[in-house]
């Protein structure tokens, strides 16, 4: 079943107008009214993304966990789920019985909407939607865990706690997909990537005024890493192994093994 109708999606409008300079972004009722429509403007490669969740998830998850009735699932985490597209992708190509998603967010705009969406398109599926903090949740054993730009937000002295407690989590064999939006080291490399990220924004309909007035807003709120550094992380809390699977312009998808 499809996430959305575009028809209903209501267009992002947030910064046509000029805002307040110490104005900040946050995952409020007026994003998330337009948060498809954001997204798929804002981040290029999302949808290729989300499309290859659900094969990764059929290589790494095994069936390891003990359901309440005896069954054997497979436990996945999407940390924070926003609107629960990653869920979303997961249970389109999963049966019901096949996997138990928890879906975890902080912002209570967001999760109010996603657990309306995921029930009314999966509702005999075990996907839970939970209003938290990631930093202050004791994950289960789990197979996989999709972080999708979401460590960006949270302060750099928090993020290899929020690490180590996901490869705590995951069985042998199961998989973290961490994807975020990157800094170049190098200056003109960073400086080229970013004015094509801004070129595929304006093909995308944005105006100088929107991209600025966003720009502004993420300022302090939005804090990126170079790639070098996500894979150093991944080294210091255990991964042994990782990859960088996936590359558009300064937006990376990254998969560790346990």
Not at 80 to 96: D, H, I, Q, V, W
Not at 109 to 122: E, R, S
Not at 170 to 183: D, Q, R
Not at 231 to 236: A, C, T
Request: with cysteine; charged share 25%.
């Amino acid at each position: 079943m499809s996430q959305s109708n575009p028809a209903t999606i209501k267009h992002d409008t947030l910064f046509t107008t000029p805002l307040d300079k110490a104005a900040r972004f946050s995952f409020d009722e007026q994003v998330v009214a337009c948060f498809p429509d954001m997204i798929r403007r804002s981040v290029p490669g999302y949808g290729q993304v989300l499309a290859m969740l659900p094969i990764f998830a059929r290589r790494h998850c095994k069936y390891r966990q003990q359901g309440d009735d005896g069954r054997r699932v497979s436990r996945v985490y999407d940390l924070g789920c926003s609107l629960g597209a990653a869920s979303m992708a997961l249970a389109g190509e999963f049966a019901p019985q096949d996997l138990q998603i928890k879906a975890i967010d902080i912002s209570p705009a967001m999760t109010t909407k996603a657990a309306t969406v995921l029930n009314d398109n999966y509702p005999e599926h075990d996907i839970e939607v939970v209003t938290a903090d990631i930093r202050d949740v004791t994950l289960e054993p789990c197979d996989m865990v999709i972080l999708n730009l979401t460590l960006q937000f949270l302060p750099a002295a928090d993020r290899v706690a929020v690490l180590e407690n996901i490869y705590n989590a995951l069985s042998e064999g199961g998989i973290l997909v961490l994807t975020e939006k990157t800094h170049a080291f190098d200056e003109q490399y960073d400086a080229w990537l970013v004015e094509r990220y801004y070129d595929f924004k304006r093909a995308n309909g944005y105006t100088e005024m929107e991209i600025s007035g966003k720009r502004n807003a993420l300022e302090n709120v939005l804090i990126t890493d170079t790639l070098d550094g996500h894979h150093q992380r991944l080294d210091k809390v255990g991964f042994a192994r990782h990859l960088t699977w996936f590359q558009f312009l300064n937006f990376v998808s990254i998969v560790a093994f346990k």
